[in-house]
Every structure is written in structure tokens, then in C-alpha cells.
């Protein structure tokens, strides 16, 4: 009886998807990248020739310093500060709306990412797709056609 009960028991048919490598070298991925890119550019662009004008103010009062008046050195001190607070600024709402976007990328491509693993689960019949594992069997690893199953 034991016989017959294990020769009829259906063999479980296992997958595994490395996510990792899907939200790091899928086509998705990579086009969500070249978006947040050229999303940030020129605000990228805008920070650093900022950065460069805060740095020629600061030589140049540091160059002068010794032959303006105390009042001039003074005043160029406070806009030199005003521009640093300015730029602290600025370099702050750039981080956070970079990495808010990128969240929202990130969720997006997750999305995508789990409905192509769950068709491609339905349409091969898989009993189980393993997303996080100590070890793998490269056999089950269907990473590859999860990222080419994303290109489409």
C-alpha cells in the first residue's frame, strides 16, 4: 500500500527567481534607471555648478580678505553663508525627491516583476517559486526567464 500511495503522489515542481538580480539587471530595471537619469540631470547639473560658484566666492574672499574693508569681507561672509545654506538646501529636497522616486520605480518594477513570476508560475505549472534561499539548485533557477519574460 505504501507503494502504491508514493507511486501516485504527484512530484512537486519548484522554481526559484533571484529578485535581486531581476530589480538590478532586467530591462525594466535598467529603463527605470535611464528615466530617473534623465528625470535628475540637469537638477544633478545644477547642484554641482552651484557647488563650483560657492567654491570661486570662497577663494576669492579668501584671496581678498586681506584688502577689503572689514564691512565688504563681512557682507561677502554672510552671502557666502546664505549660498551654502541655500545649496544645503537645495542638495536636501534633491535626495529626497531622488529617492522618492526611486521608491516609486522600485515599486513598479516589483509589481511587473511578481505578475511576470506568477504567469510564468501558471503557464509551467509550478507548485512553488522560491524567492530568498540558503542554497539553489541551478535546475530550478528561472531567473533568466523571468528577465526575458520582463524584456517583452
Do not use: W
Not at 538580480?21 to 525594466?28: F, I, K, L, Y
Amino acid at each position: 500500500m505504501v507503494f502504491v500511495s508514493s507511486a501516485s503522489a504527484q512530484e512537486t515542481k519548484i522554481g526559484y527567481v533571484s529578485t535581486e538580480r531581476v530589480m538590478r539587471e532586467s530591462a525594466p530595471a535598467k529603463a527605470a534607471e535611464a528615466r530617473l537619469d534623465a528625470e535628475f540631470s540637469q537638477r544633478r547639473k545644477d547642484l554641482h555648478d552651484f557647488t563650483l560658484k560657492i567654491k570661486a566666492m570662497a577663494e576669492k574672499l579668501d584671496k581678498d580678505s586681506t584688502v577689503i574693508p572689514e564691512s565688504d569681507r563681512i557682507k561677502r561672509q554672510r552671502e557666502l553663508s546664505d549660498m551654502d545654506q541655500d545649496f544645503q538646501r537645495k542638495q536636501r529636497a534633491y535626495s529626497e525627491d531622488l529617492s522618492q522616486r526611486s521608491r516609486e520605480e522600485i515599486a513598479k518594477l516589483n509589481d511587473l516583476a511578481t505578475k511576470t513570476i506568477k504567469q510564468i508560475a501558471e503557464t509551467d505549472k509550478f507548485d512553488v517559486i522560491i524567492q530568498d534561499a540558503v542554497y539553489i539548485n541551478p535546475r530550478i533557477d528561472i531567473t533568466e526567464k523571468v528577465m526575458k519574460a520582463l524584456a517583452k
